[in-house]
């Protein structure tokens, strides 16, 4: 995830941030609405998971974490050894993803302190993707 | 988790969209350009196949 100098009133705290601590993997630019959708992604060794830390779906644009459309409990790993980095996934299914509304959604990883700690890049729910 | 950490990830969240968007605009404003530049030249190439 890069970093953007024009924003640089708050540059230096997002470079030294916790916020890229869970990578989204592959991260689509668009699905279909009311279609089961796998969310991927990779805890660094910069976090501790916790069974209380969860995946979002947000609608880009979110204040507080409490503004998510839907979420998921984030599944611990089997055999954790801390400072080790771990590749999870959660299933987000179809009844309880938005519609084609025309909207931006992007995950984020809240951890159970309500903290975010990863954002991944923008998608829209379509019918249809032309690419 | 204090309120200024919070909206610091809100807006560096709101700027990892923003950033992919204008670089997913940039993208679908050249493929516009073509597929213009494309229609064209197959309306040329019609009008070229009438005329007598």
Same mark, same amino acid.
């Given at each position: ?131 | ?13 709101? $700027?990892?969209?923003? @950033? #992919?968007?204008?670089? &997913? ?13 494309? $229609?064209?030249?197959? @309306? #040329?190439?019609?009008? &070229?196949?009438?005329?007598?």
């Amino acid at each position: 995830m890069s970093l953007y100098p024009e924003v640089t009133s708050t540059g230096s705290a997002m470079e030294t941030s916790n916020f890229a601590h869970v990578i989204f993997q592959n991260v689509g630019k668009s699905y279909l609405p009311h279609a089961a959708l796998e969310c991927h992604y990779t805890l660094t060794q910069f976090i501790k998971p916790h069974p209380k830390d969860w995946v979002g779906i947000f609608k880009v644009g979110w204040s507080t974490a409490r503004d998510y459309y839907t979420f998921l409990w984030s599944p611990l790993p089997e055999s954790y050894t801390e400072g080790t980095a771990v590749n999870r996934s959660v299933v987000f299914q179809g009844y309880y993803v938005p519609n084609d509304d025309g909207e931006f959604y992007q995950f984020c990883y809240v951890t159970h302190k309500g903290e975010i700690r990863g954002a991944s890049t923008p998608f829209q729910f379509r019918a249809s993707s032309p690419s | 988790v204090c309120a200024g950490d919070e909206s610091v990830a809100s807006h560096f969240a709101l $700027v990892t969209a923003y @950033e #992919d968007i204008k670089k &997913r605009l940039r993208d679908t404003e050249r493929e516009n350009m073509l597929l213009r530049k494309r $229609v064209k030249q197959m @309306e #040329d190439k019609l009008i &070229r196949q009438e005329a007598p």
